[in-house]
């Protein structure tokens, strides 16, 4: 589904990817861990073309994501859902979701897709005439997340959807995730609760500084004393 092959990014003279590779088969959920600043960020902004790629390649289903306009990206199937959320606060949260459909044109699939998203989210489907500017944290989250899922996308890239959450919140958006992963949807999952996202993922990449340093089935590196160590606070 997405390949990376030896991809790397500089922020002028920082180096801040350095030749990573990666992949994310059709249907899995892939995690991508690492401290604060290690550039897990950074990676999902190079695959959906916010920045430029020094070198390396990026593909979508074969095809070369680099010599795409980001504008065209999610057309390709690609769907990103920022760090930190980013809903239109001003408009409605049904509002919100039809602004991700805005790249189809059939209008029986925008509602199909708006029916699927108010299956996934139920409390979404209570606020739809909302402003999204009032809705909680985790509210805005499912929000982001379903405008996404608006675009019909053949892989799904989660950046942080933990973030400035409660702990129970943070139980409630995981549990989406995996009841997304499921429905056969593909995800690449960046978080630093690297916890909860080896707890759901089915293979897992470790990045520290720029680099991947482990890789791996996500259980067998739930297990693994450095992992435990460095982000499991075992």
Known sequence: MLEIKDLN???????AIK??????????????????GAGKTTTLHAISGLIPVASGSISLAGEDLRKVAPNKIISMGLAHVPEGRH????MTVEENLRMGAYVIRDQKLIAKNLDMVYAHFPRLKE???QMAGTLSGGE?????TGRALMTDPKILLMDEPSMGLSPLLVKEIFSIIENLHKTGITILLVEQNAKMALAVADRAYV??????????????????DRVRKAYLGA
């Open 140 to 144: 805005q989250q499912m929000l982001a």
């Open 9 to 15: 990014v500089f922020y002028g003279a920082i180096h």
């Open 19 to 36: 030749g990573i590779s990666l992949s994310v088969g059709d249907g899995e959920l892939v995690s991508l861990i690492g401290a604060n």
């Open 127 to 129: 606020r739809r005439r």
């Open 207 to 224: 990045l520290e500084t720029g680099q991947i340093s482990m890789s791996g089935k996500a259980k067998d590196l739930a297990e693994d």
């Open 87 to 90: 809903v239109f606060a001003r």
